[in-house]
Structure formats: C-alpha cells, structure tokens
C-alpha cells in the first residue's frame, strides 16, 4: 500500500498537469477562434472562384484550344501525387492518427500506382520518413500562420509536375472542419481539374477571349484549393486539440477525486491501526 506521502505526491502531479492541460485547451479555443473566421471567409471565396471556372469552361467547351491547357489532360492514374496535411504538434486526440491511416489507405487502394507523397507537417513527415516512403517534399511551420504564398509555391510544384507529365493525378488529404468537436477526412482530387458543366449557361461577353480567362483561372483555381484545405486542416487541428485537452483536464479532474479518496482512506485505517495499538497497549498494561 502506497504511503500517504507518495499520494500527496501523486495529487500534486495530476494538478500541475491539470493546469497545462487547461492551459492548452483556453490556447486552442483562442486560436480557433481566428481560424475558424478565416475558412468561414475563405468558402464563399472558393465557391464562387468555381462558379466563374464552370461558366468560362462552358464558354468554350467547343473551342479546341481550350482542350489544350495541360491542367485539363486526362490520364491514366499510374503516377500520383498525394499531399497529406498533418499538424506540426500532437495532444490533437485521433486528428494526426485518422490522416495517417487515411494516407495508408489511400497507397493500399492504389497499389497497381506510384503513389509519391508531398507532406505538409511534421507527424506525417516523421511517420513516412522512418518507413523509407517514396517523399517528393515535406513542409513543416506552416500551420502556425497559413500564409497564402506558401501554398501557392507548393501548389505550382504539383501543376509543374503534372504539366511536364511527371505524375497523372494530384489530390489533397486533409482534414475538412465542421465543427468545434467534428472533423471529416476529405480527399479531394486537385488535379486534372474537372470542371462541370452547369445546367444554366449565361450567355457572356469576355474580353480577353474566354481561353485565355480559363487558362489564368485554372492555375489560380489550384492554388486556392491547396490554400482552402490548409485553413480547413489548421482549424479542425484547434478544434481537435481543444476538445482532447477539455477532456484531459476532466479525466485529470477525476483522478485527483479517486486519489483524494483513496488517501483519506489511508489515513483512516492508519489513524484507526494506531487508536487500536494504544488501547490494545494500555489493556496489557493493565
């Protein structure tokens, strides 16, 4: 049975560690604040970037030359390109252990391809680096402070290499916010850009000529979806941190009840074994 002094010590511990743990959570809520407002303002952004592709693509869905720009070609999947986005830290719960295995997956379904990994992240990078994976660039920081221009340099690496017909297919893992204590594991295919064709077409006047707007929308299109799943993943890495350090701090919360419980029960029975010593002693005294 443990002394009362190793308890005392024991109750201490778990406190100092429910204080980080408090800490750690008024940290991430504070910081997911200002994430969440920028994918909030970065969506509609997004949604109408891919309205105006659909309509300028539909313009010239009968010009040839439109059918030209490299990141529309249609290839065979044998040559693929997965970016992974994981957090640079963990204390996240499953956040960077979901992308990991999603990624895993991923190269199992893939298997008849050359899957190369383009990894933003420290977790990921540490994790495919000691098992020798096939690594075309790791990024770690940029999660701290997504800036745009980071991104886009790693989104044009990826339109280089598609365009030069080193790789048939680019897509992006990460995972997508939905709420403080829900995030989705998105897969999304970059490139070749597919690009619908909308049930109602408008009827525009374009100048410049509509092939040269899609072919400046498209790399544009591209990046921005490199920048958006970056928010989305540095905003549901807060949220997830947040949640599993709210739930530390309320499992340290009911250890140190059990072991407050506990040493006051050690203490009883010492108190009682020395109450029955000095009766059991004054009994044979007398």
């Known amino acids: 049975m443990p002394s009362l002094i190793d308890i005392r010590r024991r109750i201490r511990s778990v406190k100092n560690t429910q204080q980080i743990t408090k800490a750690m959570k008024m940290v991430s809520a504070a910081k997911l604040r200002r994430a969440q407002d920028r994918v909030i303002a970065s ?11 659909e309509n300028v693509a539909g313009a010239v869905a009968t010009d040839e030359q439109a059918g030209q720009n490299p990141l529309l070609a249609q290839r065979d ?3 693929i390109l997965l970016v992974l986005i994981t957090g ?10 979901n992308l990991i295995k999603g990624a895993q997956k991923f190269m199992a379904e893939h298997g008849g391809a050359t899957v190369r990994l383009e990894l933003i992240g420290r977790k990921g990078r540490d994790f495919f ?16 402070k997504v800036v745009y221009g980071d991104l886009a340099a790693i989104a044009r690496k990826a339109m280089d290499l598609y365009s030069q017909e080193e790789i048939d297919a680019v897509y992006v893992l990460y995972n997508e916010f939905k709420s403080v204590v ?30 040269e707007i899609l072919n400046a929308l498209l ?4 990046e921005l979806e490199f ?7 540095a905003a549901a890495e807060h949220a997830a ?17 059990k072991l407050t419980l506990y040493m006051n029960r050690v203490r009883q029975a010492s108190i009682t074994k020395e109450i029955i010593e000095v009766v059991s002693g004054a009994a044979a005294a007398e």
Do not use: W
């Not at 969506?43 to 592709?53: D, F, G, N, T, V």
């Open 43 to 53: 969506r509609p952004y997004a949604a109408m970037l891919r309205k105006m592709l």
């Open 77 to 79: 999947e044998r040559r």
């Open 88 to 97: 640079d830290k963990g204390l996240a719960g499953a956040f960077n252990g």
């Open 129 to 144: 680096r000691k098992r020798r994976a096939d690594i075309s660039g790791d990024h770690v920081g940029l999660a701290a």
């Open 182 to 211: 829900a995030q989705k594991l998105t897969l999304t295919k970059v490139l070749p850009v597919e690009v619908r064709e909308r049930a109602e077409r408008v009827d525009y006047i374009f100048e410049p000529p509509a092939v």
């Open 219 to 222: 790399p544009r299109y591209v």
């Open 227 to 233: 920048y958006r799943a970056m928010l989305e993943s």
């Open 241 to 257: 941190r947040m949640t599993a350090m709210e739930a530390a701090t309320s499992n340290a919360g009911d250890m140190i009840d």
